[in-house]
């Protein structure tokens, strides 16, 4: 079965920057929208930062000029480039991909993406 796959994370001290990327384990259909999630420990999973098909790009506030989402929906890759990183940002970051528009509606969100990736730690240390 297809999934998504992350690299990029790791340690970084607290103003540093990392880039995480996301990109399918094999062959995977149309894609509409992708995102990226983090779930730190304790918390509830949350969304970070959303590609849709239309090429819009949103975020959740705590994010807004820091993070950047870019990516190629139609191949199922997906960067975030994280700077001026603080500890709060440290948390399991996961990206997923759905072929249907609905996925790329911001207010819906979360919804439950049909594909996932298995995680990748960030840890942001002060």
């Known amino acids: 079965q297809v999934h998504l796959v992350e690299s990029g994370g790791g340690l970084v001290q607290d103003g540093g920057s990392l880039r995480l990327s996301c990109a399918p384990s094999g062959s995977i259909e149309t894609i509409y929208s992708m995102a990226w999630y983090r779930q730190a420990a304790g918390n509830q999973r949350e969304i970070v930062a959303l590609l849709s098909g239309n090429g819009r790009t949103q975020y959740i506030d705590s994010v807004k000029g820091r993070f950047t989402i870019s990516g190629d929906n139609a191949k199922a890759t997906v960067y975030l480039q994280m700077n001026d990183l603080k500890s709060e940002d440290t948390a399991v970051y996961y990206c997923?991909?759905?072929?249907?528009?609905?996925?790329?509606?911001?207010?819906?969100?979360?919804?439950?993406?049909?594909?996932w990736g298995q995680g990748t730690q960030v840890t942001v240390s002060s």
């Open positions: 997923a991909a759905d072929p249907n528009s609905r996925s790329g509606d911001w207010v819906l969100q979360p919804i439950s993406y049909e594909y």
